[in-house]
């Protein structure tokens, strides 16, 4: 089993940074990749960004050059580097780990998710 909590979330205005963390412990060892997800208000839960074990990212289109994924194994956390902030980036986030090497970060290719952690942007 691996736990997963977010932090960092909260309000912002439109443009601004905010900087997600994702806390993993239990069974770190059984972690490859890691991704980070996203539920707007009202709509399903999407991919925005994944990180493998190898260090190589890949981003949803809609945050490429925004957002910055980034994993230290020796603290077993997770960042999402948020910038330049837009009110459609407005929803809970979610870190979520795969305990096999995965090519597509669709959902139900992750094993484990955390509670998510809310992120507003205001216009």
């Known amino acids: 089993q691996v736990q997963l909590v977010e932090s960092g979330g909260g309000l912002v205005q439109a443009g601004g940074s905010l900087r997600l963390s994702c806390a993993a412990s239990?069974?770190?060892?059984?972690?490859?990749?890691m991704g980070w997800y996203r539920q707007p208000p009202g709509k399903q839960r999407e991919w925005v960004a994944g990180?493998?074990?190898?260090?190589?990212?890949n981003y949803a289109n809609s945050v490429k050059g925004r957002f910055t994924i980034s994993r230290d194994n020796a603290k077993n956390m997770m960042y999402l580097q948020m910038n330049s902030l837009k009110p459609e980036d407005t929803a809970v986030y979610y870190c979520?780990?795969?305990?096999?090497?995965?090519?597509?970060?669709?959902?139900?290719?992750?094993?484990?998710w955390g509670k998510g952690t809310l992120v507003t942007v205001s216009s």
């Open positions: 239990g069974s770190i060892r059984s972690m490859n990749a």
């Open positions: 979520a780990v795969a305990t096999r090497p995965i090519l597509v970060f669709t959902t139900t290719r992750m094993d484990y």
């Open positions: 990180i493998r074990s190898s260090g190589s990212t």
